[in-house]
């Protein structure tokens, strides 16, 4: 008798936690505070009077304790130089931008990766040992690992993974994808002659320039020098029209 009513609670539990299992968030990263519930640092802290600032807010993850505030500040502001559609763009579609201490699968959503091997580096390097990663509705970004020699080869490390996720929805909109291939095909052995994975993957291409465009003055005349036709289409984001970009995410 014990037993049988023993075996009725386990199934009601069971049809409970399945019921429940809906309305609970799973998809949102489990470490983090969002950027405006950071206390007690003044650099964190004069990032409100960014142009932006009510958008980062929204969209940007931050370590509860941080160890390298300044790092910090300065990828939010680099983040800011994007243009308020895309970042708009990107709210609508739930983005989160997590900027991290530690290793990118210490996140739990990310910690499948731990020994897969991403695409375009050496066989031994695993997931655990990259910087950042891109093209999801989770970007994730290492603080401190911004610039070159970092553990990556990009002109910018947070620029570049929101740029994967930035060309994975305008490829939503036909006729971002005939505009993007385009560009790629005519400039990418312009830009990267040597680079077989740049000129391999159009995405790679698209998520570099992205970085090269916003990463400073410098940066943004290089790119309309050597390839004009996909500084036109960047230039084109500071009007974007997301009505033709679906819900992706």
């Known amino acids: 008798m014990m037993k049988k009513i023993g075996k009725q609670i386990k199934v009601i539990v069971i049809i409970l936690f ?3 299992l809906p309305y609970v968030e799973i998809t949102k990263p489990f470490h983090g505070i969002m950027l405006n519930q950071a206390k007690g640092y003044e650099d964190i802290l004069q990032l409100q009077t960014l142009t932006n600032a009510d958008l980062l807010y929204r969209i940007i993850v931050i370590p509860e304790r941080i160890n390298d505030p300044k790092s910090l500040s300065n ?8 243009d308020r559609p895309i970042l708009e763009m990107l709210e609508e579609q739930g983005i989160i931008v997590r900027l991290f201490e530690g290793k990118l699968t210490d996140e739990p959503l990310l910690y499948y990766l731990k020994w897969d091997n991403p695409r375009g580096w050496e066989t031994k390097v695993t997931w655990e040992e990259v910087p950042g990663s891109g093209g999801s509705w ?12 970092s553990g990556h080869g990009s002109i910018n490390l947070e620029l570049h993974e929101i740029g994967h996720t930035v060309y994975r929805l305008l490829m939503t909109d036909p006729s971002y994808i005939v505009d993007i291939q385009h560009v790629w095909n005519q400039e990418v052995n312009i830009m990267f002659p040597e680079n077989e994975y740049f000129q391999t993957y159009a995405t790679e291409y698209f998520s570099e320039m992205f970085a090269y465009y ?24 500071k009007t974007l029209n997301t009505n033709n970009i679906n819900r992706y995410f």
């Open 18 to 20: 399945f019921s429940f």
């Open 75 to 82: 990828m939010v502001e680099r983040i800011n130089r994007i």
């Open 138 to 149: 989770l970007i994730s970004a290492k603080i401190g690992a911004s610039m070159p020699g």
């Open 214 to 237: 916003y990463m400073n003055e410098q940066s943004r005349d290089l790119v309309k020098e050597k390839t004009p036709l996909t500084y036109e289409l960047f230039n084109r984001f």
